[in-house]
């Protein structure tokens, strides 16, 4: 059993919070403005993730991805999709892709955040007509995410 599945309740705030964690630690550093996103949209409010909680979970979770990196290892695929697993309310989803999406865009798209969202909205059958339709987010800004040669075309 998935370490995420035995530490995190299916759709618990702490799992909603690892998912975004997982985000932005992808490429090495925290960028302010991510931390400023989430608290300035009240997302985390949204999914039910008290600050401190989430500043706990994402501190665990760098930490953690420091520990691999000393030790010659990177976070697994198999880790992220169960922790991708551990969300099956599919509001909590459609809230979590948007957010991924938005989290991507602030320090500009990078291939691994791609990659990362890529797999969170293939794993929760999330598309950018699913977004546009459930979220109002236009297919032009989830395309960026999704199909960038699509979106530059």
Do not use: K
């Amino acid at each position: 059993m998935s370490r995420t599945r035995g530490t995190y309740r299916r759709n618990s705030p702490e799992a909603a919070a690892h998912v975004i964690a997982a985000l932005l630690a992808r490429d090495g550093r925290l960028d302010w403005r991510e931390l400023e996103f989430l608290d300035s949209v009240g997302t985390l409010q949204m999914l039910g993730v008290e600050r401190g909680r989430f500043m706990a979970v994402l501190s665990r979770y760098l930490g953690e991805c420091l520990g691999g990196m000393a030790a010659g290892r990177s976070a697994g695929a198999e880790r992220f999709d169960a922790e991708l697993d551990a969300i099956d309310d599919r509001t909590t989803q459609l809230i979590l892709a948007a957010l991924l999406l938005y989290l991507a865009e602030i320090d500009g798209v990078q291939a691994e955040e791609r990659a990362l969202v890529r797999r969170a909205w293939d794993r929760w059958n999330v598309t950018p007509q699913i977004l546009e339709r459930e979220m109002q987010i236009p297919l032009a800004r989830s395309r960026t995410v999704h199909d960038p040669a699509v979106a530059t075309a």
